[in-house]
């Protein structure tokens, strides 16, 4: 009965190949969110999808997509995978009533190695 | 440019005693403001919140503070337990009534250690 759920865990890679990065939700909530955690520790906001629609996309490389099957369902897929990315990739939904925006439930995350 | 900062890394505080977490931030357009915390292999959990409106929030043994003129917020948590150990996020919304669809600006934490 996990609310937020991420698979993989862990995922190590080579530099060059394309993985994916899977997340769905139980809590009912219209927005999803991924965030990407670098080494120095901050989490950033990379992309955010409201019924299906995306309403954030932030400076990100466009190697990078995001999909959304469904509202309880938001994939991240990257293209041609560089050293840069190492990085844990969270995973987060909220209900999109007033201030509850903000208070945003997160997956246990994903690390990504990439070799 | 970081416009969340928390330039403690760490804090260390005795079990029973008061722990203050400190954040700042720049940007003026930021509105409200949370706190997350974080257990190690797991995703940061929703803590507490406080928006620009008002000085204080409290909920049992934590309390925010926001102190608008010198764009600064500190959480308290009263007495510290064990289980508190953890690192803490600080975070910033530019809520605007909703227009800014959660986005939300993270500190780079601090980690919690809370002594038995």
């Known amino acids: 009965d996990t609310a937020v759920s991420q698979t993989p865990k862990y995922l190590v890679t080579q530099m060059g190949n394309d993985k994916s990065i899977k997340c769905e939700q139980n809590l009912g909530h219209d927005t999803m969110y991924w965030y990407k955690q670098d080494s120095k520790k901050f989490l950033k906001i990379m992309f955010s999808?409201?019924?299906?629609?995306?309403?954030i996309n932030e400076t990100v490389p466009n190697r990078f997509s995001p999909k959304s099957p469904d509202k309880a369902h938001l994939n991240l897929h990257i293209n041609s995978l560089e050293l840069g990315d190492s990085a844990v990739y969270f995973c987060a939904s909220s209900p999109t009533t007033g201030y509850l925006y903000n208070e945003q439930f997160f997956g246990p995350g994903t690390r990504l190695t990439v070799l | 440019d970081q416009q969340v900062k928390q330039n403690s890394p760490s804090l260390s505080v005795q079990e029973g005693r008061i722990s203050i977490l400190n954040c700042d931030y720049t940007?003026?357009?930021?509105?409200?403001f949370l706190w997350y915390k974080k257990y190690p292999a797991e995703g940061p959990t929703f803590l507490i919140s406080i928006s620009s409106i008002k000085d204080k929030n409290e909920d049992g043994r934590f309390t925010v503070f926001l102190n608008k003129s010198a764009k600064h917020l500190s959480l308290h948590i009263v007495p510290s337990q064990p289980g508190d150990s953890a690192v803490y996020f600080c975070?910033?919304?530019?809520?605007?009534?909703?227009?800014?669809?959660?986005?939300?600006?993270f500190g780079q934490g601090t980690i919690l250690t809370v002594h038995p």
């Open positions: 940007n003026s357009m930021f509105d409200y």
């Open positions: 975070a910033a919304s530019a809520f605007a009534g909703g227009t800014s669809y959660g986005k939300l600006t």
């Open positions: 999808y409201n019924n299906k629609e995306l309403i």
